[in-house]
């Protein structure tokens, strides 16, 4: 284990392996390497993998191999890794963003299938309805999500306000009722949560205080 642990850092990127030393730590008298420091750590984000190959991120799975065995660990590994080297390649916010909880719960011990589910690196992302001082606005009022995520609209100042998309300006293929609300939210606090699969541009507004300017932007990413 300590031997392959090694062959890392005997690589001959001597550059990001010498950055990798630091990070070091003794756990029950493993060697092992804190996972995302190691990972910020790296200069060489985009180009040291094809130079160091992935035998850094391997000495992972390596001091973890003696807790659990088997098959079903190794494929976990495999999926980490490629989950890290995602993060480190890629340039989409949102692939990024799922590689990072993919990994981070299979660091965690989750198992293939759970950070696999759809919906697992989902979140959900809160806009105001009214600004603490009373404006009528969306707040913020340009929002970039990821697809799978749900948006929560929350009465805050102001109302009644409510959601309406534009019929011209969402994605071709989104049912404007589907993610508009029927009603109005009047008391304070109410809430109005959908969950966008598709991706593309969307605009909205307040019926009530369209005409004060009360609209707002939503990028699915
Ligand atoms: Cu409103």
């Given at each position: 284990m300590l031997a392959l642990a090694l062959q890392g850092l005997a690589a001959p990127a001597a550059e990001p392996a010498a950055e990798v030393v630091s990070n070091d730590f003794e756990i029950a008298g493993q060697r092992g390497r804190e996972l995302f420091p190691m990972l910020?750590?790296?200069?060489?984000?985009?180009?040291?993998?094809?130079?160091?190959?992935?035998?850094?991120?391997?000495?992972?799975?390596?001091?973890?191999?003696?807790?659990?065995?088997?098959?079903?660990?190794?494929l976990e590994m495999l999926a980490?890794?490629?989950?890290?080297?995602?993060?480190?390649?890629?340039?989409?916010?949102?692939?990024?963003?799922?590689?990072?909880?993919?990994?981070?719960?299979?660091?965690?011990?989750?198992?293939?299938?759970?950070?696999?589910?759809?919906?697992?690196a989902a979140e959900t992302k809160?806009?105001?309805?009214?600004?603490?001082?009373?404006?009528?606005?969306?707040?913020?009022?340009?929002?970039?999500?990821?697809?799978?995520?749900?948006?929560?609209?929350?009465?805050?100042?102001?109302?009644p306000h409510n959601v309406v998309f534009d019929e011209e300006a969402i994605p071709d293929g989104v049912s404007q009722e589907s993610i508009s609300m029927d009603g109005q939210l009047?008391?304070?606090?109410?809430?109005?949560?959908?969950?966008?699969?598709?991706k593309g541009d969307y605009a909205y507004y307040c019926e009530p205080h369209r005409g004060a300017g009360m609209n707002a932007a939503l990028k699915v990413s």
């Open positions: 910020l750590g790296q200069k060489c984000a985009r180009f040291c993998d094809a130079r160091a190959g992935i035998k850094p991120y391997m000495s992972i799975a390596d001091s973890q191999a003696d807790a659990v065995k088997g098959p079903t660990k190794a980490l890794n490629d989950n890290l080297n995602t993060v480190i390649q890629s340039d989409a916010m949102c692939t990024r963003r799922h590689a990072m909880a993919r990994a981070a719960g299979l660091a965690a011990g989750m198992a293939l299938a759970t950070v696999n589910s759809p919906g697992f809160m806009v105001k309805m009214g600004s603490d001082t009373g404006q009528l606005i969306f707040q913020p009022d340009e929002l970039t999500i990821c697809s799978g995520d749900t948006v929560t609209w929350t009465n805050n100042k102001g109302g009047g008391e304070e606090g109410a809430t109005f949560s959908k969950k966008f699969d598709t």
